[in-house]
C-alpha cells in the first residue's frame, strides 16, 4: 500500500516471486469510470473508491494460497473495509516515502494513468497505519533487492 508512484507494481511483483505468492495490480481492478477521472487529473472521491476497495478485498478472500495485491489503501476505513471483505487475516506493507522521492519516480514513469499532478492528493489522503494495524512500513529509498529482503523478512517473523 502507499501513495501513487512508491513502487507497489515493482515491489508485489518482486517480492510474489520470492515468497511464491500471485502477485494482483489492484490498478487493474478500478473500474473505467476510475481510470478515466484520474487520468483527467481529478482524485477520486470515496464514492469512487468503495467499490474497488469491495472488489480488492473479496480478490484477497482467494483460498487458493498466498496473494499480494498492489492497492493504494491511503486510509484506515479503506484498509478496514478491504480487510473485512477478504473474511481473513490481511497484512498492509506500507511502501514510504518523500514527497520529492515520489514526484521524481512518477515523472519518470511512461504509459501510466496517473499523473503527477495528484500527487498531493494521494499525500493529502495518507493515513499511515497505526501500530495496532499489525502493519509493516517500509522506506523506499533503497534498492528494489533490499526492500524486497526486508519486506520477507518482516512477513517471516509475523507468520512463526
Same mark, same amino acid.
Given at each position: 500500500?502507499?501513495?501513487?508512484?512508491?513502487?507497489?507494481?515493482? !515491489? &508485489?511483483?518482486? %517480492? *510474489?516471486?520470492?515468497? /511464491?505468492?500471485?502477485? =494482483?495490480?489492484?490498478?487493474? #481492478?478500478?473500474?473505467?469510470?476510475?481510470?478515466?477521472?484520474?487520468?483527467?487529473?481529478?482524485?477520486?472521491?470515496?464514492?469512487?473508491r468503495?467499490?474497488?476497495?469491495?472488489? !480488492? &478485498?473479496?480478490? %484477497? *478472500?482467494?483460498?487458493? /494460497?498466498?496473494?499480494i =495485491?498492489?492497492?493504494?489503501? #491511503?486510509?484506515?476505513?479503506?484498509?478496514?473495509?478491504?480487510?473485512?471483505?477478504?473474511s481473513?487475516?490481511?497484512?498492509?506493507?506500507?511502501l514510504a516515502g518523500?514527497?520529492?522521492?515520489?514526484?521524481?519516480?512518477?515523472?519518470?514513469?511512461?504509459g501510466?494513468?496517473?499523473?503527477?499532478?495528484?500527487?498531493?492528493?494521494?499525500?493529502?489522503?495518507?493515513?499511515?497505519?497505526?501500530?495496532?494495524?499489525?502493519a509493516?512500513?517500509?522506506?523506499?529509498?533503497?534498492?528494489?533487492?533490499?526492500?524486497?529482503?526486508?519486506?520477507?523478512?518482516?512477513?517471516?517473523?509475523?507468520?512463526?
Amino acid at each position: 500500500m502507499g501513495v501513487a508512484g512508491c513502487g507497489k507494481s515493482a !515491489v &508485489g511483483s518482486a %517480492l *510474489a516471486s520470492r515468497i /511464491g505468492a500471485t502477485y =494482483l495490480d489492484g490498478d487493474d #481492478l478500478h473500474p473505467p469510470a476510475n481510470i478515466a477521472k484520474m487520468s483527467r487529473g481529478e482524485p477520486l472521491a470515496d464514492d469512487d473508491r468503495w467499490p474497488w476497495l469491495t472488489l !480488492v &478485498g473479496q480478490k %484477497l *478472500a482467494d483460498p487458493d /494460497g498466498i496473494i499480494i =495485491l498492489g492497492c493504494s489503501a #491511503l486510509k484506515r476505513r479503506y484498509r478496514d473495509h478491504i480487510r473485512q471483505e477478504a473474511s481473513a487475516p490481511v497484512a498492509f506493507v506500507h511502501l514510504a516515502g518523500s514527497r520529492e522521492l515520489i514526484t521524481s519516480r512518477m515523472a519518470a514513469r511512461a504509459g501510466h494513468f496517473m499523473p503527477t499532478s495528484l500527487i498531493d492528493s494521494q499525500f493529502a489522503a495518507l493515513e499511515p497505519p497505526a501500530a495496532d494495524e499489525n502493519a509493516i512500513t517500509v522506506d523506499i529509498d533503497k534498492p528494489l533487492e533490499a526492500i524486497v529482503a526486508a519486506i520477507a523478512a518482516r512477513l517471516e517473523e509475523i507468520r512463526t
